[in-house]
């Protein structure tokens, strides 16, 4: 069946570091999303990528979609204490239905 | 507050003895859905719902039941738990062709 596999398993920084998080699909994506969960707690949407090379921005965040969309990175520009948790991507493949998520990247951030 | 719930946060329970996990939305959303996640393997969806009495299989239905009779709510039932269901379980809806999936808090299951 499909797979979504995330790279690293865990990141710890220095804050002021920056940080990225790889996603890849084993089949080409509908589209894919990316969420954040702090310890504890429960995922938070953050973004979705629609089209092939789509790139948007929230702030400090960076998210890409791949051309060949089956993968799609996370950059996170200069990090802070509250960056701490762990990110998710997640796509859909063949309608959007079935969300398959990648295993997440955990990220410790060191003062 | 736009929010979605479950019910309860925490269980323990025995084998074989049912329970459901309630989730309820007031946003009014049509698409509801059932994840579990384990360390180092995610989210694994459950089961989905795209609007009342329309359920369907995600990866990981073995063992569950789900129903949606009403919009706003969609239990999960576990006819007979078994330790391998022992999981943190989250229950997420979004609006028809909207991007955003909002999170309920969680349900941490144990069976013992």
């Not at chain 2, 459950?46 to 039941?65: C, H, W």
């Amino acid at each position: 069946g499909q797979q979504v596999m995330q790279i690293p398993q865990y990141q710890h920084v220095q804050e002021g570091e920056d940080f990225t998080t790889y996603c890849n699909s084993s089949t080409t994506l509908s589209n894919i999303q990316w969420y954040k969960q702090r310890p504890g707690g429960h995922p938070v949407f953050l973004i979705q990528l629609v089209k092939s090379g789509e790139v948007k921005k929230q702030k400090r965040l960076t998210f890409q979609f791949g051309e060949a969309k089956k993968n799609s990175s996370l950059h996170i520009t200069a990090t802070q204490t509250t960056d701490v948790g762990t990110y998710f991507c997640a796509g859909f493949s063949g309608g959007y239905n079935k969300l398959i998520f990648g295993a997440g990247t955990r990220l410790a951030v060191h003062p | 507050e736009a929010q979605v719930t479950q019910n309860p946060r925490y269980l323990i329970t025995v084998t074989g003895k049912k329970l459901t996990v309630t989730c309820s939305q007031n946003m009014n959303h049509e698409y509801m859905s059932w994840y579990r996640q384990d360390p180092g393997l995610g989210l694994r969806q459950i089961y989905y719902s795209m609007n009342v009495e329309v359920t369907d299989k995600g990866d990981v239905p073995e063992g569950y039941k789900v129903s949606r009779k009403e919009k706003r709510n969609f239990p999960l039932i576990l006819e007979s738990p078994s330790p391998n269901q022992t999981s943190l379980y989250f229950c997420a809806s979004r609006r028809r062709g909207a991007d955003t999936q909002y999170f309920g808090p969680g349900t941490r299951l144990t069976v013992l």
